[in-house]
């Protein structure tokens, strides 16, 4: 049996929330609700030390465990336990974090866990580096009905040209993933898919995973009572049966000059991941030179922040990736103990 991490990513707005449900309903399997800590923990790595030193592993512990930026509280994890066992866990990175997550599986008496944040699709290096045995699953939704959704969210605060980008950045990510990683790592799903037939699309998931399909994945409204926050009104959906409601509702959802946009910045990667266009006319050339700027913009901040990281490899304190799993600790050339045979 596996015992490999698993990560959700897509666009914001695909149905991620919805598949993270499916798979903490796997009895096998534990997915949480979203954390704050991973991605800025990387980030801040020097700032730790040498964490082959137990006080610094205890110090990363505590900002995980108490700073109010990291929603660690969303796990309900003992705080004072997991510093312990992160102190005498391994010394890297990967591990501190990693024993958080798993401590989480272990509240449910599960052998592998997973993490869910739509924004991991462009950050998987990174995640790699972490978890050097990590699966991806990227589960795909027509962009039009990405763009509509997250308009509509209260904690989304830019603008339509905004939304475009983020999707055809989560799709450029996807089409990337899919060149460079092994067929055992990165895996696409389709949400109209998804929908249309969950036990289909789960058992075909779970084959990626190593895992038995369990037929629970494909009713999870008991995890979301676990898993999805009372606050994230947001996710209300998940709190129903899989359902196809709101495929295709960009329609009555988006304003004509948006539908115009979507299809024409988007199109071939619309079309290239099975979506119809409408046939809509071509956008007003403002709107085009507006989310072309965007795009730019977005793209030049990424490429910024990515020298920044390949800098800071060349400083780092410590070792990254974690040494907790199986794989891990072989990829590590770590030997593994062989169980003591009694007489």
């Not at 795009?295 to 060349?314: E, G, I, P």
Request: aromatic share 8%.
């Amino acid at each position: 049996m596996s015992d490999r991490p698993v990560f959700v990513i897509g666009c914001p707005r695909s149905g991620t929330t919805m598949l993270q449900l499916m798979l903490h309903s796997h009895p096998r399997m534990a997915v949480p609700p979203e954390t704050r800590f991973l991605v800025p923990a990387y980030y801040r790595r020097r700032t730790w030390g040498d964490l082959r030193v137990p006080q610094r592993r205890k110090a990363l512990a505590q900002w995980i465990a108490t700073d109010r930026s990291t929603k660690f509280r969303e796990l309900k994890i003992d705080k004072d336990e997991f510093i312990r066992q992160a102190v005498e866990g391994p010394g890297s990175l990967g591990s501190v974090i990693g024993t958080a997550f798993r401590m989480y599986a272990d509240r449910f008496d599960k052998a592998r866990w997973g993490d869910k944040r739509p924004s991991y699709v462009k950050q998987t290096d990174l995640l790699l580096r972490l978890f050097p045995d990590a699966q991806f699953i990227h589960l795909i939704r027509d962009g039009r009905d990405c763009v509509a959704s997250l308009k509509e969210m209260p904690w989304y605060t830019l603008d339509s040209f905004h939304a475009v980008s983020t999707w055809a950045e989560a799709i450029d990510a996807g089409d990337r993933l899919r060149r460079t990683l092994p067929d055992d790592t990165y895996y696409e799903l389709r949400y109209e898919d998804l929908t249309d037939d969950p036990m289909t699309e789960m058992k075909k998931l779970c084959h990626f995973l190593e895992e038995d399909f369990a037929p629970s994945m494909i009713s999870p409204r008991e995890a979301a009572s676990q898993a999805v926050p009372q606050h994230k009104v947001w996710h209300s959906n998940t709190h129903r049966e899989v359902t196809r409601s709101r495929v295709g509702s960009w329609a009555n959802r988006l304003d004509e000059w948006e539908i115009a946009l979507c299809e024409h910045v988007l199109g071939e990667r619309l079309l290239a991941n099975g979506y119809e266009l409408t046939g809509a006319p071509r956008p007003a050339k403002e709107h085009v030179t507006a989310c072309q700027k965007t795009m730019q913009k977005r793209k030049a901040s990424r490429s910024r922040k990515a020298m920044r990281d390949r800098f800071n490899r060349l400083r780092e304190p410590s070792p990254v990736g974690a040494l907790l799993t199986t794989t891990q600790q072989s990829l590590a050339g770590i030997p593994q103990q062989r169980p003591e045979v009694t007489v």
